[in-house]
Every structure is written in C-alpha cells, then in structure tokens.
C-alpha cells in the first residue's frame, strides 16, 4: 500500500530557483491539499483540490502554484524561490470533502532555500 | 472564528508514566470533528482519533485514551504507561461540518519526549 508518495524528500535551492514539488496518491482520493509545517505555526494549508481540475487557495497561497489534471497527482510549484519558503512540505489526502474525513499524509519534503 | 489551542509546547516524562496532552478549541459550528495526529521522527504524520462533536464519549485504544468534553471544549489526549516509542509530537486538529473550503485548522503541536 503505497498511499501518499511525495518526492523529493530533501531538496535545497538557491534564492530565485524553481521546482515542483511532487505528490501521489493510489487511493483514489477526491480531496488533495499542501501543508507547509513551520516551527511553532502547525500546518499551514497552502493550496487544495477538491477533485481533478479544480483546486483553491489555502490561507499561505503567495509563492506557489499547484494544478491537478489526474485524481491521482497533485504537484506543487515554487516559481521564485525565496529563503522564507524554507519548510516541510506535506501533502495530504483523504476521501472526500466532507469534513469528516481523517488525511492520509505523505513523508514530507524538507526544503532549504539559501 | 476556528482556533485550536495546544498549550504545551514540549512534555518530558519518565517510561511508564502516564501522561496527557492537552488540547482547546475555538468553533461556532454546532456540527464539527476533532482529531488526533502523531508525528514520530520519521517525520509523517499519522492519523490517531476522529471525534464529532455529537459524541462525547471517551474512547480508549489500549494504552491511548481521549476525553472530549464540550462544556470545556477540550479535546485531551492521555497516554498511560508512556514508552519511548510514543516521542512524537502530537497535532489536535478541528474541521467545521459547514466549512466552505473543506480544511482542518491544526493546533501547534506537543513535543512529547519520553526518557528511557
């Protein structure tokens, strides 16, 4: 059961750089979303789709881009990459949108940005 | 307005101490869910409890128990007989039934250190 794949797992890149984020999910999921976790702040939602084709901003969206052509895959792009985007990255699933539902997260992706 | 609190920014206990995680929320929905999440060094988090707030019985899980009391709102997590296994920090989430955009809020998380 492979559930939520993210790649990389360790990434660092020079201020101005960009890169996607990957993310993978073989549950079939309907609802994907990006967390950025950061010491002392919890998980942030920064960007979320509710199915193929339709995604929405978060609460901490500036910086990033996401789109979502497959149930499966949810990628998430940094355009110009700046040292405040220094973080964890999780991606999450779960079932649906009802609220119910508790999130199968992938193992993160630690990014540095110097 | 949505809010979690989890006080307790870091525990240390001794192995086979019990001990409790404390988590307060903030919600005007009257339909709502509240969750546990533990994330180990590893790094991933992992997906403990789920509670509505129709429910307030406790729930116990072997050696993991979760007192939910709405008068309170509190949400608190207890470990009996603590094992170094259970380092971690430990996320309390809360999701409205009526939210628009479908997204939890997490409270900041409890380190939990158990010493051997």
């Known amino acids: 059961n492979a559930g939520v794949t993210q790649t990389p797992k360790f990434q660092v890149l020079k201020t101005g750089q960009s890169m996607t984020l990957q993310c993978a999910q073989d549950?079939?999921?309907?609802?994907m979303s990006w967390y950025r976790q950061d010491p002392g702040m919890g998980l942030r939602l920064i960007h979320y789709?509710?199915?193929?084709?339709?995604?929405d901003q978060g609460e901490v969206p500036n910086g990033y881009n996401v789109s979502r052509s497959t149930t499966e895959d949810f990628p998430l792009r940094l355009l110009s990459a700046a040292p405040s985007q220094t973080s964890v990255y999780f991606c999450?699933?779960?079932?649906?949108?009802?609220?119910?539902?508790?999130?199968?997260f992938g193992s993160g992706t630690r990014l540095t940005v110097v | 307005a949505q809010k979690v609190t989890q006080a307790q920014t870091e525990i240390s206990v001794v192995e086979k101490e019990d001990v409790t995680l404390d988590c307060v929320y903030e919600?005007?929905?009257?339909?709502?869910?509240l969750f546990w999440y533990k994330q180990p060094p590893s790094g991933e988090l992992v997906f403990l409890i789920r509670?509505?707030?129709?429910?307030?019985q406790n729930e116990i899980s072997g050696r993991y128990s979760w007192n939910f009391q709405k008068s309170t709102s509190s949400f608190n997590f207890t470990i009996t007989a603590s094992q170094v296994v259970d380092s971690a920090v430990y996320f309390c989430?809360?999701?409205?039934?009526?939210?628009?955009?479908?997204?939890?809020?997490f409270g900041t998380g409890t380190r939990l250190k158990v010493l051997a």
């Open positions: 999450a699933s779960r079932p649906g949108t009802e609220t119910y539902y508790g999130y199968t």
């Open positions: 919600t005007r929905d009257t339909t709502y869910y």
């Open positions: 789709s509710v199915g193929a084709g339709i995604t």
């Open positions: 549950m079939n999921h309907e609802y």
């Open positions: 989430a809360l999701s409205e039934g009526s939210s628009g955009t479908y997204k939890y809020i």
């Open positions: 509670r509505n707030s129709f429910d307030e």
